[in-house]
């Protein structure tokens, strides 16, 4: 199973809404206000030109729509083992890492006299960079004290440094100028070629099959790399491995988001998956989803309206289903997280009064020869707990609704069979986790009672059946043992 999300608090909620606002209503109108003073005007989209987009019949968009989403498939699969390896900022090194040398490559070969601005020979060189800027970064790791990410840090600033030095000796050159390298920063996904979607379509089916082939072995380095490497696993060339295929996608990615955009693609689709799901093998296909479609209507989008970046707009697309998941995903949504919040909360609170009104009845028949239940007033549970009136006018008319505790005229209250059922069961988990806490963990009766008050609500039929065996419950106790301190008034 996937490693748990941790939570965010509030501030990280306000923060990201309004992160979603700025970019989808303050940024768009701030845009239309400056091509207004520019007295830029904008031809409506016609039906023909719609069409023709949305059904692929020009050559150039068919292109560029199944190169980003071929690359929006394989980012997200290759994405999701580096978020679970904790290495999602390695893709952002590795981007910038190329900067240099690609610079660098078209200085030398211009100087030999050769075309450079050839693309294989400035992903060569990309490639070559990027394994340096990972050396560099296991380097500083390994070498000295510092953090992963302080060297990654480091690295991804001296080196995208370093090639934007180089790009202004590039201008300076008689032979040539920075024109088109630019595209590697910042994408040219509109000129894409078929030459660039084949190149895509290769590297992306490569990464996407040794990643499904892998499946195993990188799940176990991703979760428990010791475990792995007492097991015999080759740990360390998994990881190269790994890194390989992320290093193949960031280079092929450049042309078509640019270096800045390309760490979006490895990062926001696996990120958005684990919203909607814990299973690797679902997150991995979410992934693959939200890439591809984040590159499939990113593609579009820039094809019906011209003044809109293909990269921009396809890391928005993504940024969207991100936020999206946030929001509404099934297993780490904040609203799901909402909603089961507020149901433990009520939960606890009906067990409180529960075990309030059943240990009341416990004490008051402790002192009395009846065996029948007794009626309890206000005055007999508000002691119990810090509740106010509404407070606890509040839950027993939720009780009363669902029938575990009747009313009577003299405004009295009763536990019907089955909250009586039910809050035995809560008390008598309550009981034994505070025996478990006395036996074996040496806390003393009288500061038990709240220790216990904060786990009861979440066991188990397997943890109840524990605890009974190690106090031996089962044979030497009743159905709901004894409170090992007085039943007095509880905080």
Known sequence: MIMPIPALNRSQYIAAAVIYLYVFIVFPASTHAASSLSSKSYEPLTRQQLLRVLTLSDYNTRVVVIGTML????????????LLRKRALISDAISHAT????????????????????????????????????????????????????????VLSVFF???????????????????????????????????????????????????????KEFSLVCFDQSYAAAQGWPVVMLDITMMTLVVAVTVVGLQAVGLILVVAMLIIPPAAARFWTQRLTRSLIIAAFFGGFSGLVGAVISALFSDLPSGAIIVVVASTLFVISLLFGIRRGAIRRAVEYQLLRRRVSHQHLLRAMYEWHESQLANSNTTDQLAMT???????????????????????????????????????????????????????????????????????????????????????????VLIEADDQRPDVPPSPHSLGATS
């Open 378 to 468: 206000w005055g007999d549970l508000i002691p119990k707990r810090s509740w106010t009136a509404r407070q606890l006018r509040r839950q027993l008319r939720t009780l009363q609704l669902r029938k575990l505790v009747t009313r009577h005229k003299d405004n009295t209250w009763r536990l019907s069979d089955t909250g009586l059922a039910k809050a035995a069961r809560a008390t008598r988990n309550h009981r034994l986790w505070e025996m478990y806490l006395i036996t074996h963990a040496d806390i003393a009766p009288s500061h038990v009672d709240r220790d216990a008050d904060m786990v009861e609500h979440v066991l188990g039929q397997d943890m109840v059946g524990k605890l009974e």
């Open 99 to 154: 900067l240099p040398g690609i610079a660098l490559a078209f200085i030398l070969v211009t100087m030999m006299g050769g075309d450079g601005k050839s693309l294989p020979i400035l992903l060569l060189a990309a490639v070559v960079a990027a394994v340096i800027g990972i050396g560099c970064v296991l380097a500083i790791r390994n070498l000295t004290r510092l953090k992963e990410d302080a060297a990654l840090g480091i």
């Open 71 to 82: 690359l929006g498939i394989a980012s997200g699969i290759v994405g999701t083992f580096m």
């Open 161 to 215: 440094g370093l090639g934007i030095a180089l790009l202004g000796v590039v201008q300076k050159m008689s032979t040539g100028n920075a024109a088109g390298l630019e595209s590697f920063i910042y994408g040219k996904t509109a000129s894409m070629l078929m030459l660039d979607a084949k190149l895509i379509a290769i590297i992306g089916a490569i990464a996407v099959i040794l990643c499904l082939l892998m499946l």
